[in-house]
Structure formats: structure tokens, C-alpha cells
């Protein structure tokens, strides 16, 4: 059931039209590949590459994107998206990477659907994503900033913790993803920074 995956394919397209076109998207935490398969099924990416540190979580990930028909036009990464970020930044794209993961920062973005641990956002009318376990906001956005990301984050994410992330004269847009009436999540979408 891809309905909200579709919708954010969507946005995440509209945020990308900017001069350079993006032309490439990293989906950071790939799960059983619900952001992965939808962003391939635009047909509007060059590349979609796909993070997962879980062995059998990616392999759930690749039989649903075969399920999909596209799974061979997923590059599949197994490992830590933020060792594969630091090494991007190390070498403007080539960090000792693959010659299939060296990617150009300037038209890729980023993807982010990271566990939700800590302090449950439900027990909370605000969350605090600086609780947020393993990664919380600051950890995510810096390893990210080099390139535009979209962060999707617990519906009652705090957001002055997420306005102080803009770049200077520019917004960050946040949109809630809802179904029958109620927000189920939402995603924040930040311009890149130096
Ligand atoms: C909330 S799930 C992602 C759900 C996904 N968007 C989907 O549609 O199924 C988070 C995933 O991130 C993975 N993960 C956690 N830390 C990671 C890391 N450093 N690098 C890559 N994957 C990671 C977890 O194994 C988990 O599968």
C-alpha cells in the first residue's frame, strides 16, 4: 500500500526542480523500501539508491521492490547511511566510495525516514527531537546538509526545534501526511547548507 510513499514522491519532486536539477535520490533508511519502490515508480529519477543496515530488512526491501517491478532500477546499498554520508562529504561525491555510489551533491537529495527511538513522541503534546534515539534532529541535519533533505519525522515534531535549521533567507517547508482526517507523520523539507 504505497499511498503515502506516492504523495511524498510527489512533493519531494516539486522541492527538486531547483537549478541544478536533482537528478539523483538517496533514500537514507530504506526499511522494507516503501519510499524506495515509490520514488522508482516516479520514473522521474536517474538513480535512486537505497540504504538499509539490516541484511534481512533489505532483502525484504528488494523482494517488495520486485513485487513492484523495480527492483533492478534501485541501487542497493547494505550499510550505515551515515558512514556513506561522511564519505561523500570527505570528497565532494567520492570519498572512497564505489564508482557506482559517487554521486554529484549538487544534484542529489536526500531521503530520511530514520527510526523513531527514545522517549515515545506519543507520551508528549510536542516532541523533542533532541531525544530522538538512534539519531536525533542535530545528528540527522548534519550529516545531510550538504544536500536538500527531506526528513520524515513523528506528526507532533517540535517545530521551532525545526525552524532553527533554515538557512539564512531561505524556508523550510513542513507538511503533514494525513489519512481519514489524521496526521499520521510529517515531513520537513530543508533547502542545502554549507
Ligand atoms: C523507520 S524504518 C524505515 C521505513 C521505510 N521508509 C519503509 O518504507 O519501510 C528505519 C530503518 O532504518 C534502518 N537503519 C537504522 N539505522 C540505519 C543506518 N545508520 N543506516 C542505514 N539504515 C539504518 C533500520 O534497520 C530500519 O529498517
Redesign the pocket.
Known amino acids: 500500500m504505497l499511498t503515502c510513499?506516492s504523495k511524498i514522491a510527489e512533493d519531494i519532486l516539486s522541492h527538486s526542480q531547483s537549478n541544478p536539477q536533482k537528478t539523483t535520490i538517496i533514500?537514507?533508511?530504506?526499511?522494507?523500501?516503501?519510499?524506495?519502490i515509490a520514488f522508482a515508480l516516479s520514473e522521474k529519477w536517474d538513480r535512486v539508491i537505497a540504504?538499509?543496515?539490516?541484511a534481512a530488512?533489505l532483502a525484504c526491501?528488494q523482494h517488495n521492490a520486485a513485487v513492484y517491478g523495480v527492483a533492478d532500477t534501485i541501487t542497493w546499498v547494505h550499510?550505515?547511511?551515515?558512514?556513506?554520508l561522511a564519505r561523500l562529504k570527505d570528497r565532494g561525491g567520492k570519498g572512497g566510495l564505489d564508482h557506482s555510489l559517487q554521486v554529484d551533491p549538487a544534484r542529489t537529495c536526500l531521503f530520511a525516514?530514520?527510526?523513531?527511538g527514545g522517549v515515545s513522541y506519543r507520551d508528549q503534546d510536542v516532541f523533542d527531537l533532541s531525544t530522538m534515539e538512534?539519531?536525533n534532529l542535530a545528528t540527522l541535519h548534519d550529516a545531510c546538509r550538504p544536500m536538500g533533505h527531506a526528513l520524515?519525522l513523528p506528526r507532533t515534531s517540535d517545530l521551532r526545534q525545526i525552524a532553527k535549521l533554515a538557512p539564512a533567507g531561505r524556508k523550510i517547508e513542513v507538511v503533514q501526511y494525513c489519512m481519514e482526517g489524521a496526521s499520521k507523520a510529517m515531513v520537513v523539507y530543508i533547502p542545502a547548507s554549507e
Do not use: Q
Not at 27 to 36: I, Q, R, T, V, Y
Not at 113 to 116: F, L, V
Open positions: 510513499p533514500d537514507l533508511f530504506a526499511g522494507a523500501g516503501g519510499n524506495s540504504i538499509e543496515k539490516d530488512t526491501a550499510g550505515d547511511s551515515l558512514d556513506f525516514s530514520p527510526p523513531w538512534p539519531y520524515y
